[in-house]
């Protein structure tokens, strides 16, 4: 294991731009907790924890707002000791049953995932994966910080799952949360909780940081970037080990599945995608915050969705844009969104309010998306910056003749030929913006612009600022 694998505190290199959403409050969740849940749990027969009402239900991962974060004893009080199951593989046809996907972004079934690290049949390493590396996203770093135990005791329970003796909880460098992360894991040692000894690794603060290979690569002792798929890391992860990687949030998931239940957990959301998740929502006023909501929920009931509108990103920067007609249509799900060109990813929600240029906003977005590739392959090293950059000059009035007619042809050749899915995350996000856009794109090529508002909205890190002198 590389000395990467230590926890370091580090001063944050200030992400947040307006509209960031890392610190802010859940609003109200719909969504009941496991103390709601009669005859599930030491929380519900104890009568302990938090209680739901009928009109504002208790998220099931997060703390009430005004409670701050839950510490050992106040997590122990509520759900009880750590569920173990005694050996390998007692734990997956639970988690099969619940039908839990993970959160980080791909949606992928959890207990294939560990079904497939178990056939590898060597000894593996369990990763929590909180790099979080998405700038509109905060829901991961707003979990750890206010119930470290809960994605804790997730981590432990997919170690025993596996077969692992090594748990890795890797996290961004976010001000004090590696520290904070390291103090947490140390007091549950110190308690005997822990049957493995959890190692706390910083993330580089890069939107590829949490891409599975190039977090391989950085626990190896190798720079954060994305491999050229040979073998899945399930096959050959960290050290050469068959690695299991999940997301913060699905270990948090994992933790109560273990507690209370498949049949608790598939209360909520839909039959073919069950469960809650935290999503984080950019309001058009400039608002944003951290809420768990079922899967399934409308989201007109998420975001307002009114007048001051004109379009919604949908699954962060390797999402879509929609049309806010079309987003009043749909829910939370991919079985909606999927058809529509959008998935629900992590979680993200953005509205775009009326004043600010589409073109524009995805014009930045789509520079640092060009600046934060590995630029290991072609559609990385030459297409997303010829694609940045014709977006750049499309997004100002009065475009170069063939911009559009460029961005088009090129965005056509790239998808599927990347060494990772950054390019076709990025050439999504792009074309659904030329969609979403059109009237804007015909206003532009005229020398108009609707835009009444220049401060940038989509939140970026303060830092991302150019690395390469080429294109822009």
């Known amino acids: 294991m590389s000395t990467s694998m230590i926890a370091r505190a580090t001063a944050d290199r200030g992400r ?24 599930h749990g030491p929380a519900a027969s104890a009568g302990r924890g938090p209680t739901a009402s009928a009109d504002r239900p208790q998220p099931r991962l997060l703390p009430p707002a005004a409670a701050g974060p839950v510490s050992l004893p106040g997590h122990l009080a509520s759900h009880g000791p750590l569920p173990y199951r005694g050996r390998p593989e007692a734990l997956v046809p639970e988690l099969a049953a619940a039908g839990l996907t993970g959160r980080g972004g791909a949606a992928f079934p959890v207990h294939r995932k560990m079904a497939a690290v178990l056939a590898a049949g060597r000894s593996p390493v369990a990763v929590g994966n909180g790099a979080e590396g998405e700038p509109a996203s905060g829901k991961d770093r707003y979990l750890l910080r206010s119930a470290p135990h809960l994605v804790l005791d997730g981590l432990q329970l997919a170690a025993e799952a596996v077969g ?22 140390g007091q549950r040692a110190a308690a005997g909780l822990d049957r493995v000894r959890v190692q706390v690794a910083e993330a580089p603060e890069a939107f590829l940081s949490g891409e599975e290979s190039a977090l391989v690569a950085s626990l190896s002792g190798g720079p954060a970037v994305p491999a050229f798929k040979r073998a899945g890391v399930y096959e050959r992860g960290v050290a050469g080990r068959p690695t299991l990687v999940q997301n913060v949030e699905t270990l948090a998931q994992i933790a109560l599945i273990a507690r209370y239940g498949a049949p608790w957990f598939r209360g909520l959301g839909t039959a073919d995608e069950p469960g809650s998740m935290l999503c984080s929502l950019h309001r058009a006023d400039g608002r944003s915050a951290i809420t768990e909501v079922p899967l399934g929920t409308p989201l007109r009931s998420l975001l307002p969705l009114g007048p001051g509108v004109q379009a919604v990103l949908c699954g962060g ?31 993200v929600l953005a509205e775009l309010p009326v004043g600010r240029c589409g073109l524009a906003e995805t014009a930045r977005v789509m520079r640092y998306l060009a600046l934060e590739s590995a630029g290991q392959c072609g559609p990385c090293f030459n297409g997303l910056p010829r694609i940045a950059a014709a977006l750049a000059e499309l997004a100002v009035p009065r475009p170069a003749p063939g911009a559009l007619a460029d961005l088009r042809r090129w965005s056509g050749l790239m998808p599927g030929r990347g060494a990772c899915h950054h390019p076709d995350g990025s050439i999504r996000f792009v074309t659904s913006a030329l969609s979403v856009f059109a009237a804007e794109t015909d206003l532009h090529s005229r020398g108009r612009c609707t835009a009444s508002a220049g401060r940038p909205f989509l939140p970026l890190p303060a830092a991302a600022g150019p690395r390469e002198g080429d294109w822009s």
């Open 16 to 39: 947040g731009t307006p509209g960031s959403t890392s610190g802010c409050a859940p609003t109200a969740a719909a969504g009941h907790g496991p103390a709601a849940s009669a005859g």
């Open 164 to 185: 692992a003796d090594v748990a890795v909880l890797y996290v961004q460098r976010d001000h004090d949360l590696p520290a904070r992360m390291a103090d947490a894991a």
């Open 317 to 347: 920067y390797h999402g879509a844009w929609l049309t806010t007609a079309r987003a009043s249509q749909l829910t939370l799900s991919n079985a909606a969104l999927r058809p529509a060109g959008a998935f629900v990813g992590a979680g």
